[in-house]
């Protein structure tokens, strides 16, 4: 299968700093990307679809100024949170869509602001 | 949201037995997935079932899909410590902001196998 990678695995930040995330695919290109947050003892909700080259495409309910994406490569795709608070505590993991529809997950990144 | 329900949303079980997880959904679907996590990690694929299939198996995975129902259920056999893992059921689309390859994903079952 397709390996994802994702950096930091756990970041902890003062609020109203911001916070970016990485997610490379090692072994393929990928056009686009999916950014999910899972809340403790919670599923995982689909936040945005990052897309090489144009603008992510952002879920109902989340705020695309709060939440930065940017896929300028076609192996790697960062997410910033910017002006974080506690309520931003979350695990971010994100996606690629690999053939049959199925998806690789990275790592994902335990994100703690204080 | 379109989020389905798993059922049960945690099942402890000794090692050896099977288990069994059911996930239901709202929508129609294209496919759907069955996903493990363990704890604090990402996400493992297991198996991919299409709308137009009834059963499908993977080692010691068999998956159903009662698309009639909207249900589909996930069996384990022969279960053994390391499967101890959330496991999620995950449908393709819609979403609201034209993500339409996003997955929705189920709320889950936390598997416990005691040794």
């Known amino acids: 299968g397709a390996v994802v990678s994702q950096h930091p695995s756990r970041v902890i930040c003062k609020s109203g700093t911001s916070v970016k995330i990485e997610c490379r695919s090692l072994d393929f290109q990928a056009t686009t990307m999916f950014w999910y947050r899972q809340f403790p003892k919670q599923s995982l909700m689909l936040m945005a679809t990052?897309?090489?080259?144009?603008?992510?495409?952002?879920e109902q309910g989340v705020e695309k100024d709060k939440f930065l994406i940017n896929h300028a490569s076609l192996t790697l795709s960062t997410l910033t949170v910017t002006s974080a608070h506690p309520e931003d505590s979350s695990f971010y993991i994100c996606?690629?869509?690999?053939?049959?529809?199925?998806?690789?997950f990275g790592p994902g990144t335990r994100l703690t602001v204080t | 949201s379109q989020q389905g329900e798993e059922d049960p949303q945690a099942l402890s079980i000794q090692e050896g037995e099977n288990a069994t997880m059911n996930c239901s959904y709202k929508?129609?679907?294209?496919?759907l997935q069955w996903y493990r996590q363990n704890s604090g990690r990402g996400l493992v694929h297991l198996i991919l079932?299409?709308?137009?299939?009834r059963e499908k198996h993977s080692g010691r995975l068999r998956v159903t899909l009662d698309t009639s129902k909207k249900s589909s259920s996930l069996l384990i056999t022969a279960s053994r410590a390391a499967d101890t893992a959330s496991y999620f059921c995950a449908t393709d689309g819609p979403y609201s902001g034209g993500g339409a390859d996003g997955l929705t994903f189920g709320k889950g079952t936390h598997l416990i196998i005691q040794p």
């Open positions: 079932i299409r709308s137009n299939e």
């Open positions: 996606g690629y869509r690999f053939s049959s529809y199925e998806q690789y």
């Open positions: 990052s897309n090489e080259g144009s603008k992510a495409t952002y």
């Open positions: 929508t129609s679907i294209n496919n």
